[in-house]
Nanobody, 122 residues
Framework: QVQLVESGGGLVQAGGSLRLSCEAS????????MGWYRQAPGKQRELVAA???????NYADSVKGRFTISRDNAKNTVYLQMNSLQPEDTAVYFC????????????????WGQGTLVTVSS
């Protein structure tokens, strides 16, 4: 019942765009802060963007001005719009959720999706 399902990953050339989607259960979606992490091969997972149930956001410095996190309550879905993609953005992207709020989801979220691969070619 409680799950996060990502979609939208793929292969794109540098300078292109992708939009990732994460569908959640209604209970989780309406009560939890949501976010996106990413992990490149051989590197630590890092927060990309986070969004509280009240609309507050956090972004990694490396994606500010290029990525936008948003949510559609009618569809129980959170999005990550990624523009001006660079090879350094290549990673597995994970949707995350945590009912404890934006600060917790930005550090150690309780619920993780399976991930979707984004590959940016030069």
């Amino acid at each position: 019942q409680v799950q996060l399902v990502e979609s939208g990953g793929g292969l794109v050339q540098a300078g292109g765009s992708l939009r990732l989607s994460c569908e959640a259960s209604r209970i989780i979606f309406n009560s939890a802060a949501m976010g996106w992490y990413r992990q490149a091969p051989g590197k630590q997972r890092e927060l990309v963007a986070a969004l509280s149930s009240g609309g507050s956001t956090n972004y990694a410095d490396s994606v500010k001005g290029r990525f936008t996190i948003s949510r559609d309550n009618a569809k129980n879905t959170v999005y990550l719009q990624m523009n001006s993609l660079q090879p350094e953005d290549t990673a597995v992207y994970f949707c995350v959720a945590d009912s404890r709020g934006l600060g917790v989801v930005s550090k150690a979220p309780a619920l993780w999706g399976q991930g979707t691969l984004v590959t940016v070619s030069s």
